[in-house]
């Protein structure tokens, strides 16, 4: 029983934790905006501790487990909700009536999913699975992972993938934070009326912000 | 004034349905939307031909009866009205317009512009009533209700059932109809008796009858013609979520 319902709720809650992952991330990012030499000590120091943590051993696996019931459960309520509209209509004007983006949550998110395939390929496999180019030690005897996000981004067509693709997830997440509050049934008018202005922020600053970084790296 | 009229002819629920062409010359600015389909029913008599099914009974906004998607909108162009509400004026001399009926798997087609709304019926079965039988009308101030729990109550009664819900969502989630039934009365003292079992029922039937899961988009609010409020979906999960934890 309300097993539609159930779906949506790891929906949610999946999501509401990725979106608290992504100011995680979205932070230590910032530290590759710093000069070459600082930036270099600092990220890789960062992502060691990082890795020789076991708390964070833990949230890792909650997080691998969020972007695959996160996946997974949106692929069913899109199939489960599609079976329930079996005819389109000849015209539709959803512009009107609502954003762009809440009616293509299924396609923004595919764009997204390709973007964590390709992000995943260049860092995680590299760095953690030791697939393709192994990753050198810095001085410091710290795995390198400033020289590989600065060579990634000296390539141009790496950047403009990476930049393009803060777009959709700025779309994604300004529909989905907000969303995932009234799904958990907080319903409260004017907290919602807040939390609109909030997800349009958080939105705006994770977008902008993971899509100038490779940008301000390239150039430096 | 002209208009070319596109309309959804389907002889009935097993007929494949297609848009046919119609041009009506002699319409005016005062006549509402339906008055304009009447008339041209008129003319499609005159001629021998089959007339066009559509739904309508009070034709000032209060029955819910009528429903169509008016290019591409529900209840057409413009935001919270019924489709007796809408008038010839909001168009342009010469304009197309396209007219289908709700489309939903819930809402299967009877005949042309008509669809079989009894889902609606169902989810109201299992719940949307209070099944003590309470006499007479009791003594006003036997049971006080703050000003602003009234309030809410009534905005959630003031759903009429038409439909444009469902019609617009892109998942055809019947969310906005169900919580406002259960709103209704988990609100009031009289329906709290039975809130949990209410709200656990009444969302149960809304998945067995078919309907999508919502997903925000926020048409809903947009067409409905009695502004009920998309906050009364999260207050509806707040509630299933408290009926399932309390049983």
């Known amino acids: ?55 964070i051993k833990v949230i890792s696996y909650f997080l691998y487990a969020s972007i695959i019931l996160h996946v997974w459960y949106a692929l069913l309520t899109t199939i489960s909700n599609r079976k329930s509209k079996p005819q389109k209509y000849v015209v539709n004007r959803t512009n009107e009536n609502s954003t762009w983006s809440s009616q293509n949550m299924g396609l923004i998110g595919i764009l997204i999913l390709l973007f964590i395939v390709v992000h995943l390929a260049n860092f995680w496999a590299r760095i953690k699975l030791g697939l393709g180019e192994e990753v050198l030690l810095d001085k ?31 779309l994604h997440l300004h529909h989905g934070l907000k969303s995932a509050f009234k799904t958990l049934g907080f319903y409260h008018k004017k907290g919602l009326e807040l939390l609109a202005k909030v997800s349009l922020i958080y939105a705006l600053i994770i977008s902008v912000g993971f899509g100038l970084i490779p940008i301000i790296v390239y150039f430096k | 004034m002209k208009i070319k009229f596109k309309i ?4 009935g629920p097993e007929d494949k349905g297609a848009i046919k062409e119609y041009t009506v010359n002699d319409l005016t ?29 009070c034709r000032e906004g209060i029955c819910g009866q009528c429903g169509v998607f008016i290019n ?3 209840h057409g ?30 809402f299967p087609v009877i005949k042309d512009l008509i669809v079989d709304r009894s889902a609606f019926d169902r989810i109201i079965e299992h719940g949307a009533f209070i099944s003590t039988n309470t006499g007479s009308a009791p003594e006003a101030n036997a049971l006080p209700i703050p000003k602003a729990v009234a309030e809410s109550a009534m905005d959630a009664a003031s759903c009429i059932g038409c439909g444009a819900c469902v019609a617009t969502c892109k ?6 109809f169900t919580s406002a039934k259960i709103n209704h009365l988990n609100n009031l003292p009289q329906g709290k008796a039975e809130e949990h079992k209410r709200v656990e029922e009444m969302t149960a039937q809304m998945d067995i009858e078919g309907f999508g899961s919502c997903t925000f988009t926020g048409a809903c609010e947009v067409e409905c013609p009695e502004n009920i409020s998309i906050v009364n979906i999260a207050e509806m999960h707040a509630r299933l979520m408290k009926a399932k934890i309390l049983g």
């Open chain 1, 140 to 170: 410091h005897g710290n795995k390198d992972v400033y020289e590989v996000t600065y060579s990634l981004f000296q390539n141009f067509y790496f950047v403009i993938f990476y930049s393009l693709l803060a777009f959709p997830l700025g």
């Open chain 2, 29 to 57: 600015e005062e006549m509402s939307f339906l008055e304009a389909l009447d008339h041209l029913n008129e003319q499609l008599v005159l001629k021998n031909e089959e007339v066009i099914a559509f739904e309508h009974d």
């Open chain 2, 171 to 176: 998942n055809s989630s019947a969310a906005l």
């Open chain 1, 1 to 55: 029983m309300h097993l539609k319902f159930i779906r949506k709720l790891i929906l949610a809650l999946s999501g509401l934790f990725l979106c608290l992952f992504l100011i995680v991330h979205l932070s230590a990012n910032c530290l590759l905006i710093f000069p070459e030499a600082t930036a270099r000590v600092l990220y890789n120091t960062y992502s060691t501790t990082l890795r020789e943590s076991t708390f």
């Open chain 2, 72 to 74: 591409g909108r529900a």
């Open chain 2, 8 to 11: 959804w002819r389907q002889e």
């Open chain 2, 77 to 106: 162009p413009i935001n919270n009205i019924t489709t007796c509400q809408l008038h010839m004026r909001s168009f342009n001399d010469g304009d197309t317009i396209f007219v289908e009926p709700w489309r939903a798997k819930s």
